[in-house]
């Protein structure tokens, strides 16, 4: 890593206010790291001795230092001097990061033998943690996940997406969603918010998934209603719920106008991946056993491949998502932690980054444009995910010569500033 630090070189007063600079002053302008931009389909987009301008929380100017239009000074209100690099604010588009208790006993029976599967239908896996999080109090479960989200933030991410799921009722579903919007004002990261209330069947249904699913549809317009949900997930598998039960939930999720995204074809292709597209989701994730047909529909209806190698790693899968479909159709690919108390208990975005070109032999770029641009798409937002004139101001500054560092160290602390809509977080 660079030895690199930053320094702020100029405060403007109202004394050098004179100018030749015709423009609103931005209110602050990096100077001297490499920009790594996203702006092209390919490539880091690299701008050497770069310069990064905003003013009211939107990027003002990106582009060499060469191509200021009058001096720092003069531009800005406050000017900082920078090495290392510059990119876009990580952005996790798929994470269970509100939960409470953990499952490392169940970590323990997996390294012992006993599957994932295994353990689900024993009344452990996801309802073990329904049972946690649904005594948990709000405030206690907001304790207990703030820490995650804490450590994602202080790793770059500036842009997190929270499912709820483990409620499983409606109170509990809306407890999930309310602490999710409040990690979000403590951080002053975006919190996006899921609605995954179809992620497993609680013990009170059992026997009874249709009559589940219709609970489901008759909360999901009520915690619209409270502003609670940005979009809507489900677990479709042989473990979760079924083609036809999951179709239902994305119906009722198109009547209120909402985009949906899917955990497809995770442990077996269950065309979750082609349903999803049908219904012109924004993402299929996971999509370790999706078909080739799956990945063209994925492709036509534009939906992104969120991949998530925490998951893939932890439960030590040998199924690789079909990377070469998904890049040969054109599907996009995102990056996620999945950060969760069973399959990955991951709370670096970067780690998921390093993971990826591992196991899934991404490229550093790939993954890099999948933890920011794809991701952004991946969660419907246009307004982020590149360094572009005009978009929000959410960037992060590392300790790093070249952006392939980023998946590549694993562990470190790289993250010298982060800033969303142009407001310093870290
Ligand atoms: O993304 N697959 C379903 N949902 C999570 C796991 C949640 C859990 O095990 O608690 C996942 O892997
Ligand atoms: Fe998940």
Redesign the pocket.
């Known amino acids: 890593m660079a030895e690199v630090a930053e320094t702020v070189v100029a405060v403007a007063t109202e004394s050098n206010e004179a100018t030749r600079w015709d423009g609103p002053r931005w209110d602050g302008l990096i100077l001297g790291a490499n920009l790594v931009t996203l702006t092209d389909d390919s490539g880091y987009g690299l701008i050497e001795q770069g310069a990064l301008g905003w003013r009211d929380g939107v990027l003002q100017f990106v582009g060499p230092v060469s191509g200021l239009p009058a001096l720092p000074e003069q531009l800005a209100r406050q000017v900082i001097q920078a090495k290392g690099c510059i990119t876009p604010g990580l952005i996790d588009c798929h994470t ?1 990061a509100v939960f409470a208790g953990d499952r490392a006993g169940e970590f323990e029976q997996r390294l012992r033998g006993v599957s994932y599967e295994e353990i689900a239908r024993s009344g452990g ?2 309802v073990s ?1 329904v049972r946690a999080t649904r005594e948990a109090s709000e405030e206690e479960l907001f304790v207990q996940s703030l820490p995650r989200a804490r450590a994602l933030r202080d790793d770059g991410v500036t842009t997190l997406e929270i499912k709820s799921g483990y409620g499983l009722d409606f109170d509990n579903e809306r407890k999930m969603l309310r602490v999710a919007r409040r990690i979000g004002d403590e951080l002053g990261i975006s919190v996006r918010t899921t609605f995954l209330g179809a ?1 497993a069947l609680p013990p009170e249904f059992a026997g009874r998934a249709d009559a589940y699913i219709d609970s489901v549809c008759e909360w999901l317009p009520r915690l619209h209603g409270e502003g609670l949900v940005d979009a809507v997930d489900a ?1 479709c ?1 042989r473990i ?1 719920f079924t083609l036809e039960q999951t179709r239902r939930v994305f119906e009722a999720t198109r009547a209120l106008g909402l985009p949906v995204k899917l ?1 497809a074809d ?1 442990l077996s292709d269950g065309e979750g991946a082609a349903l999803v597209a049908e219904f012109g989701g924004l993402s299929a994730d ?1 999509v370790e056993h999706t078909s080739e047909a799956g990945v063209r529909a994925m492709a036509q209806a534009g939906t992104v491949a969120v991949l ?1 190698p925490g ?1 893939f790693h932890c439960l030590r899968e040998t199924v690789l998502p079909p990377l070469d479909a998904f890049r040969q159709h054109g599907v996009p690919m995102a990056v996620a932690t ?1 950060c ?5 208990p991951l709370q670096s975005l970067r780690l998921a980054m390093s993971l990826a070109c591992t196991h899934f032999r991404l490229t550093p770029e790939e993954a890099l444009r999948g933890a920011t641009h794809n991701a952004a798409r991946a969660l419907g937002l246009s307004d982020r995910g590149a360094l572009r004139v005009g978009m929000r101001a959410d960037f992060a500054h590392w300790n790093i010569r070249q952006p392939a560092e980023l998946g590549y160290w694993l562990g470190g602390d790289p993250l010298l500033a982060s800033y969303s809509s142009g407001e310093r977080l870290v």
């Open positions: 269970h896996g996801i943690s992620h677990f598998e979760g955990h995770q996971h998530l998951a999945d969760n108390p069973g399959t990955s």
